[in-house]
Structures are given as structure tokens and as C-alpha cells.
């Protein structure tokens, strides 16, 4: 059987799936809602976990000036709690009308946030643990109204800031059973809602958080109207939701309604329809809808652009979307030009450092598309650019240095300067010897990339024991009949097969790919076709005419399909 040159089993490592990330001016969208009112006690001092004794404090609005990261419409998090000032929205009483209770929240909001700021998050938890006694004690001798689940849902708010997501998991559990039966007409009914609709969505339950979402759309659209701004939180935070769940549709009509009201109220060139328009634009692409997608994306630009110059940040990041989009569409070189223009921007903009990640990010999507066009001297640059800058930061063989190491790896392989990427690999190898253990998954991705290196050299024996390695760390991780594990016997088929070992050894390892291929990828994958082929061969030179007669049918079946797909 002919054997070819290995490739590496990798392309260019993304440091995460590139995202929009709007950076978002000081009149955020998204304000909190009215404080949580209850029948809460006034804690003061050192006294604060006494028992008996209630605290609350409300939700932050989840958007503020600065990054908004992936997809956050209408979501909460431990940041936005840290950068709010006051636990106030633009929905709450003014300050003269605020009772006993509300000003309470204050207090207690004020004071766990001092704690999560100065790191003392023991004190804020015992401080939390105290009301949630207190509550529980209240609930059990059967109060069980907004006020007990408004409390709730704050002590639950504050277990986020703290990242202790299980606790707030089941405080969240119990704020459900409550407010499952209170009446929509209920005092603060609203804002209970759309923080558990952002808390579920946390925690990954999105059909969830999808139903509270749409149950506190229907009761603010009745208090304010199914065109008022105060609908957009939950509005973005359902659209969030569907799209998780995959209900894609609904998702870009909600996001189109949220776009809608804001247009009305606030004019087509208003900075808070970047959230909006962002989210709808990602949604797009997964779907992939590249031109429905490059709208939102333009929209977004264009209204930057006016609002901050061609030249800024944020014009960079947005232009670097068009670009990924561009990609999606088959012009490269507009993408091209897009990643250039954007880098340039950002290269000189005062807002990101030279190191900082998304700039780092920009650089490797550009690169891999450089490398995907044939002009992978262009790309090399940028990868060794990324290299350069963290060295110089962090130092030579910093962890952090081991993605753009993979990546020159990878890009030198593509050129068969095979020479230059062992270098590389071992470079590697030795930075993660040094910060893993020696039988950790993550280290067989580096060696088996270094054991089809070897192959390309002509060092089969050394590149058969690093197979075999990468093998049993994998079948320890994954499993015996894993997908990592098929890969790495697919690559040690082809060392050996050129080793001359005996065919039936092959023949046994071929099966078990089979196998492997057959479960994870499905019967009439491509990938199942290949193995077929090399399965065919040996059992040809086996002479186990039988066998190759039912597997021969089989891949006639598979060829004229994918035959008809190429056609089509």
C-alpha cells in the first residue's frame, strides 16, 4: 500500500471561537430593576450574621461601560456586581421615597461588595448564610410570599458574586417553587423573574430561563407597554435562551423586537442597539445566515463609527466580525483586507495592549486564513509576532507561549520544513513536562503532532513510540473506544505500515478504527470510507476474500453517495 506524508492532526489553535465584543459606552442599556422589598431587620456593625437577621441586596445591571463578553444580553454577573455603584435602577423610587427596607438593601449591597472587593468573600458568605437561615426559618413557619422569595433572590445574587454557583443552584431551586405560585400582579414580581431568568442561563438551563424570561416580558409589557425600553432585558435574555435550545427563529424575531422598541425610542444610531444587533449577528452565523449576519455587523459599525471615529477600538473589533464573515462567504480576500484594516486600528488605539488577548486572537483568525489562501509566509509572520510579544512579557518557554509554538509547529509542517517543527514540538514537550503530569491528556495533542513529524523525517521507530504513548494516555483518559484514541491509531497504522509489520497486525488495528469511526461519526461518514479503503487492501493481500467481499459492497454504496454530494 502506498504510503503518503503524514499531516498534523491540527489546524491553528483559536484561542476561543472568535465573538463579538462590543464595548459599550457610560449610558448602558441595561439598568437594574427596583430594589427587592421585604420584611427585613436593619443589620449594623459586626453583628451582621446574627440570627433572626434578614439582608438583602438587589442585582446589578448587567451591561457597563467597558467589555461585554460572548453573549451576555440580559444576563448578571460577578463583574457588572463589582463596577455598580448602586443597587438602584432607572425603575426604583427616588431617594426621598425609599422606604426602611430599601435603604437597608443599599447597605447590605454596599457592604458585600466592600467584602468581594477587598477579598474578605468568608465574611460575605457567612453574611449571606445568616439571612438564608433566617429566611428559611420564616418560610418554614409558612411565609411564603414575594418578600421571602425577594430575599431569596438576592442572597441567591449575592452566591454568584461570590462564584459559588452551587449554592445559588439550590437557593434558585427553592425561589422557583415559590414564585411558581405568586400572582403576576404581585409587587416586584418582575425583577425576581428576570434575575432568575439570567441566574438559569448561568447555570445552562435555558428552557428554563426562557420561561421566566417570557412570563416577566408579559408583566412588564402590562405595567408599560409592549413598546417600552423596560422590556428589552428580558427581552434579550429570552432571545439568549432560544437560541440555546435550539429555537433559532424565535430567537432572531425576539432580538428583532428588542431592536424594533429601541429603534422607535431611542432613534436608528442609538450606542444601546449594539447589544442587540451583536447578539442577533452571532446567532446569524451559527445558523449560517452570513448576509443576514453581515447586516447586523455593518449596522453596528456604522453606528460606532459615527458615534467614536473610523479609527477607534471599537471599530477595530466589529471590522474583525466582518472579516469572519467575509470568510463565511468565500471573499478572502475582503477578509483579508477586513483583519488588516481592524488590526491596524487596534494596533494603534490606546485602549488594548500590545499582549492583550483579543488582539492576540485577531491575529491567529488572520493568520489561519492567510495560511488557508496559500500565503502562509504571511501568516508565519503573525503567528511569530504573537511568539515574540509573549516571550517578551512573560519569558521564553512561559506556558503561555506553548499555542503560538503549535501553531508555527503546524505552519511549518504545512511547508515540510519538517526540521523547524520538531524544533518547535520539543520546545513544547518540555514546557509541558514541566506544568502537567507526564500522563495527562493534554500532552499527547503535542506529541502525537511530534510522532507524524517524525514519520515526514523518515524516524518511523521514534514516531511508533510516541503513537503508542499518546495511545495509552488517551484509552486512560477517554476510553479504549474513544475518537482521540482512533486518531492516534490511525496515525501509528500508517508509521507501521511503512515499517513493514505483519498485515494482520494492521488488519486488527484498521477494525478497531472502524469500530471507533462507526460509533462517534456515524456509519456513512467519510471518514468511515477512507478506513474502508485501507481495510480492502490489507484484506486483499491477506487473501480473506470473503470478508473483503461484504466490506467491498459497502464502500461501492458510500462512494456513489459522496460521489452524488461532490456533483451536487
Request: glycine share 6%.
Amino acid at each position: 500500500m502506498a504510503t503518503f506524508p503524514l499531516q498534523p492532526p491540527v489546524t491553528l489553535l483559536k484561542l476561543r471561537r472568535i465573538q463579538v465584543v462590543p464595548l459599550i459606552g457610560s449610558k448602558s442599556l441595561m439598568r437594574s430593576v427596583t430594589c427587592l422589598k421585604a420584611n427585613v431587620f436593619s443589620v449594623t456593625g459586626e453583628g451582621a450574621g446574627c440570627s433572626g437577621t434578614v439582608k438583602a441586596f438587589a442585582a446589578v445591571r448587567p451591561v457597563d461601560s467597558g467589555l461585554v463578553h460572548g453573549e451576555d444580553s440580559g444576563s448578571i454577573t460577578s463583574q457588572s456586581f463589582n463596577r455598580q455603584e448602586t443597587l438602584f435602577g432607572n425603575l426604583a423610587k427616588p431617594l426621598n421615597e425609599r422606604t426602611d427596607f430599601e435603604e437597608d438593601l443599599q447597605q447590605l449591597f454596599d457592604e458585600v461588595k466592600r467584602m468581594v472587593a477587598s477579598g474578605k468573600e468568608s465574611d460575605a458568605a457567612d453574611l449571606l448564610q445568616a439571612n438564608f437561615v433566617a429566611v428559611k426559618k420564616q418560610m418554614e413557619a409558612g411565609a411564603r410570599g414575594v418578600e421571602e422569595v425577594a430575599t431569596l433572590d438576592v442572597i441567591a445574587l449575592g452566591y454568584m458574586a461570590l462564584g459559588d454557583l452551587k449554592r445559588m443552584a439550590l437557593i434558585l431551586n427553592r425561589m422557583d417553587e415559590v414564585a411558581h405560585n405568586l400572582k403576576d400582579d404581585e409587587k416586584l414580581i418582575e425583577s425576581v423573574l428576570m434575575h432568575m431568568g439570567s441566574m438559569f442561563s448561568i447555570l445552562g438551563n435555558f428552557e428554563k430561563s426562557m420561561l421566566v424570561y417570557r412570563r416577566a416580558i408579559g408583566i412588564l409589557g402590562k405595567i408599560y407597554g409592549k413598546d417600552s425600553t423596560f422590556l428589552i432585558t428580558p427581552l434579550l435574555g429570552m432571545a439568549k435562551a432560544l437560541g440555546y435550545i435550539g429555537r433559532a427563529t424565535k430567537a432572531a424575531e425576539t432580538y428583532h423586537h428588542a431592536i424594533s422598541i429601541l429603534e422607535a425610542n431611542r432613534g436608528a444610531d442609538n450606542e444601546d442597539l449594539v447589544v442587540p444587533l451583536l447578539s442577533l449577528g452571532n446567532l446569524l452565523m451559527k445558523e449560517g445566515k452570513a448576509d443576514d449576519a453581515e447586516y447586523a455587523f455593518t449596522r453596528v459599525l456604522s453606528i460606532y463609527s459615527k458615534l467614536y471615529g473610523e479609527n477607534d477600538a471599537r471599530v477595530g473589533i466589529v471590522l474583525s466580525s466582518l472579516a469572519h464573515v467575509k470568510c463565511a462567504k468565500g471573499d478572502a480576500e475582503e477578509a483579508i483586507g477586513s483583519y488588516r484594516r481592524a488590526l491596524q486600528i487596534m494596533n494603534c488605539s490606546n485602549y488594548v495592549e500590545i499582549d492583550d488577548s483579543l488582539l492576540e486572537r485577531m491575529k491567529i483568525d488572520l493568520a489561519e486564513l492567510l495560511h488557508v489562501v496559500g500565503r502562509g509566509d504571511e501568516g508565519r509572520q503573525l503567528l511569530e509576532e504573537c511568539l515574540l510579544i509573549t516571550e517578551e512579557r512573560k519569558g521564553k518557554e512561559h506556558p503561555s507561549s506553548v499555542t503560538h509554538l503549535l501553531n508555527l509547529a503546524t505552519s511549518y509542517s504545512g511547508a515540510k520544513n519538517y526540521v523547524e517543527a520538531e524544533r518547535l514540538l520539543r520546545t513544547v514537550l518540555k514546557i509541558m513536562m514541566r506544568t502537567v503530569a507526564p500522563d495527562d491528556q493534554s500532552i499527547t495533542f503535542p506529541m502525537l503532532h511530534l510522532a507524524v513529524t517524525l514519520y515526514n523525517l523518515k524516524r518511523d521507530e521514534e514516531a511508533e513510540q510516541l503513537a503508542i504513548d499518546v495511545i495509552r494516555i488517551r484509552e486512560k483518559a477517554f476510553g479504549k473506544d474513544s475518537l482521540p484514541v482512533g486518531e492516534a491509531l490511525d496515525c501509528l497504522i500508517s508509521i507501521r505500515a511503512r515499517l513493514g509489520k505483519q498485515d494482520d497486525e494492521i488488519v486488527v488495528l484498521l477494525e478497531r478504527v472502524l469500530v471507533i469511526q462507526e460509533k462517534e461519526l456515524g456509519y456513512e461518514s467519510e471518514e468511515v470510507m477512507i478506513t474502508l479503503k485501507k481495510l480492502l487492501f490489507y484484506l486483499d493481500k491477506l487473501g480473506r476474500k470473503d470478508e473483503k467481499f461484504r466490506l467491498q459492497k459497502r464502500l461501492s454504496v458510500l462512494k456513489k453517495r459522496y460521489k452524488q454530494i461532490m456533483h451536487y
